[in-house]
């Protein structure tokens, strides 16, 4: 079968993502932000009930957010107070998963020269995850509390097309569980409701090409390793 130019736009948008751990010093347009977002609304939630909500911060308002988690992580006591709000990794590992969890983390400290001793380069690393790493803008994504697994499944769409949408454009992103655990800090900052939680962040602009971490491209399973045919 042959593909036709719209087909290989697609897949070359979903398999040119990847997690993008460093980006260019380059605003990104008002105008393609919010394309972005209008594009990713189309995502699937049942019976419509689109339940996303997004806080794009960018500028002052980014580095503020940055600041106000950077000052109670690099503070042991103060982190140590800090838990995410909910379990977004299993509480037990077994294998395969821990297996290609471990991979991944060993992969990316490889590339930057983190030894397994280095235990304050890898600490510096993960805090870059607060600065959105330096991205030009920060997504910070909500859902309404009452609000139940389905919602998330359908979230999970909806994130998963806006970074679809930003390759598209080529821009990058880097999805980020980490910010969680600062849900707090991150509701006092942006003036979250009480019935709002947080579910994640989100990094987008321009992929710095120079980045050494920016080379890592995670490993995937072949499809006879997770699919069942049957007729």
């Not at 471990?102 to 235990?119: A, E, I, M, P, S």
């Amino acid at each position: 079968m042959i593909n036709s130019p719209q087909q290989e736009a697609v897949d070359a948008a979903i398999t040119s993502r990847r997690s993008i751990r460093a980006f260019l010093d380059k605003p990104v347009e008002r105008a393609d932000i919010e394309r972005i977002l209008d594009v990713a609304a189309r995502a699937p939630s049942g019976t419509n009930t689109q339940p996303w909500k997004v806080y794009v911060l960018t500028g002052e308002a980014r580095e503020r957010l940055s600041q106000a988690i950077l000052a109670v992580n690099g503070d042991p006591e103060q982190a140590s107070r800090h838990t995410e709000e909910y379990a977004y990794y299993p509480r037990e590992w077994i294998s395969p998963y821990v297996d290609r969890r471990r991979k991944v983390g060993w992969d990316l400290y490889t590339l930057l020269g983190l030894t397994r001793d280095n235990k304050a380069g890898m600490a510096a690393q993960h805090a870059r995850n607060y600065r959105f790493f330096d991205a030009p803008v920060g997504l910070i994504f909500t859902i309404d509390r009452i609000m139940e697994q389905g919602s998330w499944l359908d979230y999970g769409m909806f994130l998963q097309n806006i970074m679809v949408a930003a390759r598209g454009r080529g821009l990058d992103t880097c999805p980020q569980a980490a910010f969680t655990q600062y849900h707090r800090v991150i509701a006092q900052q942006l003036g979250l409701p009480e019935n709002e939680m947080v579910v994640c962040g989100m990094a987008l602009g321009w992929a710095d090409p120079e980045k050494v971490e920016n080379s890592l491209v995670t490993e995937r399973e072949p499809v006879g390793q997770f699919a069942r045919f049957m007729e």
